[in-house]
């Protein structure tokens, strides 16, 4: 049985607090387990959520802040220790390549895993999975930054009625559905007569970054939105001036991208109650709404329904 969720291992920016660990966000989908961002203390929150190194498909670093990659040294090595039998891709900006191989090698171990290094080097980057596209996108962050969407392609829905009118039934349909057409009593019926377009799903994540066109085309349609709200509008000037995000310009973000479920995260320290972001979202964005929580699972919507044309 297919999964689609997230699982969040930290919600702090910076610096963790009692209550958030550093960033570590988990996508299961399908057969891929992705990681993205491992701060600090990711490899032990893993503990706590069922899910293994050896579970691991890919991992995606949007940048090389210390809370969004500090984590990749234990969870490299982790790889090597549980001896994970494929290789693992990594994808991060080519920028920090030098980063990224001193964090790789940051202590000494035996290496037995096997890493897939394949760095991001140009906006719109799109790497083909098996279950669909994953999408590079350049955010504005004063350093190399980008976030990623996962898209799956369209497929079609069948429609009974449609079908029962031209008497196609049984294998019949499979045909129809694999060959795009069917000969029947002398007419050839297009499978587009008979289904509609079932949308595929979207999974758009978003770190830091200011307002950009990069944040919406990331945004655009999707079903689960995780993007960062650092900070709230009383401090939107010092957003703007580190590049980083409001609860309520993540909500706008949202609401005029056709989102289905927001969920906010990567929270400064100053603030206590994570209430504040909720209701300053909320001001702006109808959808459901998550203020993401440590150790949290958030499923991916059901597909959109289509309706027949």
Not at 1 to 8: D, P, T
Not at 9 to 36: C, K, M
Not at 130 to 155: F, K, N, Q, S
């Amino acid at each position: 049985m297919s999964m689609r969720e997230l699982v969040v291992l930290g919600t702090a920016s910076q610096a963790p607090t009692r209550q958030r660990n550093h960033n570590g966000y988990l996508l299961r989908w399908d057969d891929e387990v992705i990681l993205f961002d491992p701060g600090e203390g990711s490899q032990r929150q893993m503990l706590h959520t069922g899910i293994t190194a050896t579970d691991l498909t890919r991992i995606c670093v949007t940048h090389f802040h210390g809370d969004h990659c500090l984590g990749l040294p234990g969870m490299i090595q982790r790889l090597s220790l549980d001896r994970v039998p494929r290789p693992v891709a990594v994808h991060f900006p080519a920028g920090g390549a030098e980063y990224f191989a001193r964090l790789r090698h940051a202590s000494s171990f035996y290496e037995t895993a096997e890493l897939a290094v394949e760095p991001i080097d140009a906006d719109r980057q799109r790497i083909t999975l098996g279950i669909g596209t994953l999408e590079a996108r350049r955010l504005r962050h004063p350093i190399e930054t980008y976030g990623y969407r996962l898209v799956e392609p369209d497929g079609c829905r069948m429609l009974p009625e449609r079908l029962a009118a031209y008497g196609i039934a049984g294998p019949d349909t499979g045909r129809l559905l694999r060959d795009g057409h069917l000969d029947r009593d002398g007419r050839r019926v297009t499978r587009d007569e008979v289904s509609v377009v079932r949308p595929g799903q979207r999974f758009a994540f978003v770190m830091d970054t200011g307002l950009c066109d990069g944040v919406y085309a990331l945004a655009e349609h999707a079903d689960l939105l995780v993007i960062e709200s650092t900070f709230l509008e009383s401090e939107a000037a010092l957003a703007a001036e580190v590049g980083h995000l409001t609860a309520g310009q993540a909500a706008r973000v949202a609401a005029e991208s056709g989102v289905r479920t927001l969920v906010l995260t990567h929270f400064s320290q100053r603030y206590a109650d994570p209430r504040r972001f909720h209701d300053e979202a909320r001001e702006h964005f109808s959808g459901d709404l998550v203020v993401a929580e440590d150790l949290q699972t958030v499923q991916v919507p059901p597909r959109r329904v289509p309706s027949p044309g």
